[in-house]
């Protein structure tokens, strides 16, 4: 590959599959022992695309970029080469990482299911925040998390409420993003 690669994730479901980030915007699909070409490239980003992650049913892959856009990909074996994303919205900075929050139990019932739909992330050297979306509301952060005084260089979640970060400092902070004040709330 003849870009920088800006993130690199193994998939969920196949020991031999992953997934990179380019300063061209693309984000392609390997598997490695196949090394001579992706087995899917998707122009995805204007800008530097600077993180990717599977979502754990291991067919989507979340990217964000230094557009300042968020993007959720089908990245099936039997999706189209040429496709646009299956979900976008546009944050306040541009995105330097982004992580999809782990599955947790929706619903009351017996009948309910696990869910994962929603996304952390973390933008540049401008904006110390750390937001958690929500992609059935994704106009405005579900929650923000503003106590940091440099930006998170990684983002790691712990289980599906406690978030780890790390700055560039070295200040790892650890979250439970239950606590976190929720923005619609705040405004």
Not at 36 to 41: F, Y
Not at 56 to 67: A, L, M, N, R, Y
Not at 116 to 145: A, C, G
Not at 160 to 186: C, I
Request: hydrophobic residues 35%; aromatic residues 12%.
């Amino acid at each position: 590959n003849s870009d920088a690669i800006r993130d690199v994730r193994w998939s969920p479901n196949d020991g031999v599959i992953f997934a990179t980030a380019s300063d061209s915007g693309a984000i392609q699909m390997w598997d490695y022992r196949k090394a001579n070409a992706p087995l899917m490239k998707i122009a995805a980003h204007d800008r530097p695309c600077f993180a990717v992650d599977w979502h754990p049913d291991g067919k989507h892959i979340v990217s964000g970029g230094t557009d300042r856009q968020v993007k959720v990909w089908d990245f099936s074996l039997s999706a189209e080469r040429r496709q646009k994303p299956a979900f976008q919205f546009r944050t306040p900075q541009a995105v330097t990482n982004v992580r999809w929050r782990p599955p947790s139990w929706v619903g009351e019932s017996a009948s309910g299911q696990w869910q994962s739909s929603q996304v952390v992330t973390s933008y540049d050297k401008e904006d110390p925040r750390v937001h958690l979306w929500d992609l059935r509301r994704p106009h405005i952060p579900f929650r923000e998390f503003d106590r940091y005084d440099t930006p998170a260089s990684d983002l790691l979640w712990r289980s599906k409420d406690l978030l780890w970060t790390v700055g560039e400092a070295g200040a790892f902070t650890q979250t439970d993003v239950r606590y976190a004040p929720t923005v619609a709330s705040r405004r």
